[in-house]
């Protein structure tokens, strides 16, 4: 990163719908880092952003210049209640930006906002056993390979892996949560 510019890592607004839905955009139709193949407008990242904040989880931007240059949020891993104390971090960056530790900046954050909240893992789940990037960038965060689920998914006409990575938060399965954690009711 350019030190004489200044990267802002703040919380998502509404009003960055266009600019996340543009880079998720990107990664849908030129990446298999998502097994996305139709890319969301605006207004469902505005629907995904607030599921996201309606359960006080972080959905962050880095933000250089006034542009939104990368995304990372953390969401449910699952829905059903024994996952409360676990979510799945995801973490996009804008094209022409990748290698400027933008993906590592902002997912330090969103592993941060998460260690108060009382959950106790986080995993990541990586589209293509050769994404060295985001690979990288998880491994640098204290992640450990979890395993991989080989050919999962079919996109770009060829058969695709799961990387699973996985982060103990505080205490991780050492002893009892110390919090109710998510509320994956009805939200």
């Avoid at 676990?86 to 990748?98: C, I, K, L, R």
């Avoid at 949560?177 to 009711?185: H, R, S």
Wanted: charged share 15%; net charge negative.
């Amino acid at each position: 990163m350019d030190p004489a510019v200044s990267l802002v890592i703040r919380p998502a607004s509404l009003a960055d719908a266009p600019a996340l839905a543009a880079i998720y955009g990107h990664h849908v139709l030129n990446g298999v880092g998502t097994f996305e193949e139709i890319p969301p407008d605006a207004d469902e990242m505005v629907a995904r952003l607030k599921a996201v904040q309606a359960r006080g989880l972080p959905y962050l931007v880095a933000e250089e210049a006034g542009a939104i240059l990368a995304f990372a949020y953390a969401g449910p891993f699952r829905l059903r209640a024994a996952y409360r104390y676990t979510v799945e971090d995801s973490v996009y960056v804008a094209p022409g930006h990748q290698g400027r530790g933008l993906g590592k900046a902002v997912l330090t954050q969103v592993i941060a906002a998460c260690q108060p909240l009382g959950l106790h893992q986080i995993v990541a789940l990586i589209g293509d056993s050769g994404n060295a990037g985001s690979v990288g960038v998880h491994t640098s965060l204290g992640f450990r390979h979890a395993g991989v689920m080989a050919g999962v998914g079919y996109k770009a006409g060829r058969w695709l892996d799961v990387v699973i990575m996985q982060k103990a938060l505080g205490a991780g399965a050492e002893g009892p949560p110390e919090a109710p954690g998510l509320d994956l009711t009805g939200r």
